[in-house]
């Protein structure tokens, strides 16, 4: 649309914003951490702090922009999280003079704006501006004579041999998450949770072997709001009734346990009281009239276990033509799904073999695919801009690097936002090494069973993996018919309470649940985007559930 304004600040103010970086203090406050959002038009707070400025100059991200391997945008967004400005994508004004029908968007930088970008469609403004933000930041940075580290951010397939005697070396982000207390508090407060779920309920300490939990980091402090147990899926086959969990793999456990607080605070957001107004995480964006996580609140991944997948890549092995061939590399960081529990590549033979059973995707597969779609799904999406982590904190003691993770998380789907839709796009969270947050006496003799909560919940959910409905020794059980409260049909019922909250009459007309996922059109564009992009670049084909297993309605 044309619109008419001043233009933004002049190329200048690039040496004079980074001089001010260097000589600004670390973080003196939790909410200062991790604020950068992938969204556009959201403000972002003036006293935000940020570290300062690395030693080291990000050669290869900058290189791989500069070859065209990195779409601008996401090339941005990586400099953001590997130097620890504040970055958003703003929609703005056109530049005065300017005739004919255009979109304006801006960079803002720790609260400064670089030139406007314009283009005939969004995708193409928040390009442009993305590139002239980064022609100027690049030549800054390298101006100001910062010298380059070649080991700065991982390799193409990130894993040094096993004979190496050079030290692990993660760049300037290592020392960044030494200053972050959120990598020290994370363990701290799932250790908490988690003894305190276990001592409620000593029974069941058996099948919390494998831990996941989502943490929210606000104003107010660090905070568990979801967690989940399991390392398992069901033999049971699909049945069009929405009351069978067929994946109870510690993250999708935690994960539905998130959708569940999220559905929550959203009947806060719309109570039409505004005391439980206040207490709900989400604010409106008034143009959209979508729902985003409040200024200052983060969210953050831990997981007591590499998830299975392409994370556990060994150690070995190097992306070299030279050394590997193509088809094995294929095999490792490619796709793979699971079955009954166990982990196969989708090239495998062995996975060709599995006929009938029932398959998902793997726990490291799923969390990328969160990763660019968003961690609330495709019903949430309907109310909610997507949900990302900004951090990822791995707590297994016998994990020695993250590399294997940066590949598949990140790196599988480098160069994709640009054929995302709008408020989509692929968001490199930080991922790290902590500490345990699992007891070392908890011993996984209670393997078939998973562990569900969330923040709210006054019992914990315990469901038997291998049928996908809660045992009949659970605390919480939701009917005679033991269906899960994470199972799809209770998610749909959830939908439709938000639906009928927030006068969303369109929604309501949904049928079965697989209508009101399709009716998510953003959501599944994005998802459509994220499967053909995979194929194309030989990571194999994802595993689909066959549509029965949708086709329900309450």
């Not at 200062?32 to 972002?44: R, T, V, Y």
Request: with cysteine.
């Amino acid at each position: 649309m044309m619109m008419r304004g001043s233009s933004s600040r002049g190329s200048s103010m690039a040496h004079n914003h980074w001089t001010n970086i260097s000589s600004r203090p670390p973080f003196s406050d939790l909410s200062d951490i991790n604020n950068n959002k992938c969204l556009p038009g959201q403000p972002l707070s003036s006293s935000t702090k940020i570290n300062s400025k690395p030693k080291t100059l990000p050669r290869e991200h900058i290189d791989r922009y500069k070859r065209g391997d990195t779409h601008p945008v996401s090339a941005l967004y990586q400099l953001s999280q590997v130097l620890q400005f504040q970055l958003d994508m703003k929609e703005t004004v056109t530049t005065v003079g300017v005739t004919g029908f255009y979109f304006a968007f801006c960079a803002v930088i720790d609260g400064v704006h670089y030139k406007t970008g314009m283009g005939i469609t969004k995708k193409e403004a928040r390009a442009k501006a993305a590139e002239l933000a980064l022609e100027e930041l690049i030549a800054s940075l390298e101006n100001d004579g910062i010298p380059s580290d070649v080991s700065e951010g991982p390799p193409p397939l990130p894993v040094r041999e096993k004979d190496s005697t050079i030290p692990e070396v993660h760049s300037g982000r290592a020392v960044i998450e030494k200053k972050n207390p959120i990598k020290d508090q994370v363990p701290v407060v799932v250790r908490e949770m988690f003894t305190k779920l276990m001592d409620s309920y000593p029974e069941f300490s058996g099948c919390g072997g494998t831990v996941a939990a989502f943490v929210m980091l606000s104003p107010a402090g660090c905070e568990v709001v979801a967690l989940g147990t399991g390392s398992s899926n069901t033999k049971s086959s699909p049945a069009p009734t929405g009351r069978i969990l067929h994946d109870s793999h510690a993250a999708v456990t935690a994960r539905r346990s998130l959708m569940r607080f999220l559905y929550r605070n959203l009947l806060l957001f719309f109570s039409k009281n505004s005391a439980l107004e206040e207490k709900s995480v989400f604010q409106q964006d008034q143009t959209t009239k979508l729902l985003s996580l409040k200024n200052h609140f983060t969210l953050h991944l831990y997981l007591s276990q590499l998830p299975k997948g392409a994370a556990q890549i060994p150690s070995q092995l190097r992306l070299n033509p030279l050394s590997i061939s193509a088809w094995e590399v294929n095999y490792q960081i490619g796709l793979h799904a699971v079955v009954e529990g166990k982990v196969f590549s989708k090239f495998s033979s062995s996975y060709e073999q599995m006929g009938s059973h029932v398959v998902s995707m793997s726990a490291t597969d799923k969390i990328m695919e969160w990763q660019v779609l968003g961690f609330q799904g495709a019903l949430l999406s309907h109310f909610i801009e997507p949900v990302y982590v900004s951090s990822i904190f791995i707590g297994d003691g016998s994990c020695s690097d993250t590399r294997g993770m940066e590949m598949a998380v990140n790196q599988r789907v480098d160069g994709i936002t640009s054929a995302l839709p709008l408020y989509y796009c692929v968001y490199r969270p930080h991922i790290s090494l902590v500490s345990s947050a699992v007891p070392p006496d908890a011993h996984p003799s209670q393997k078939s069973l998973s562990l569900n909560w969330s923040h709210g919940d006054l019992l914990v959910e315990v469901v038997n993996a291998l049928d996908g409905k809660s045992t009949e020794d659970s605390p919480f059980k939701s009917s005679p018919a033991l269906a899960s409260r994470l199972c799809k049909a209770a998610m749909l019922s959830r939908f439709n309470l938000v639906a009928k909250e927030a006068q969303r009459e369109e929604l309501l007309t949904a049928v079965t649940y697989r209508e009101a996922k399709m009716m998510a059109k953003p959501y599944q564009e994005a998802k459509s985007v994220l499967k053909s992009y995979l194929g194309r670049k030989g990571y194999g084909q994802w595993v689909e559930k066959p549509p029965i297993s949708d086709h329900f309605s309450m």
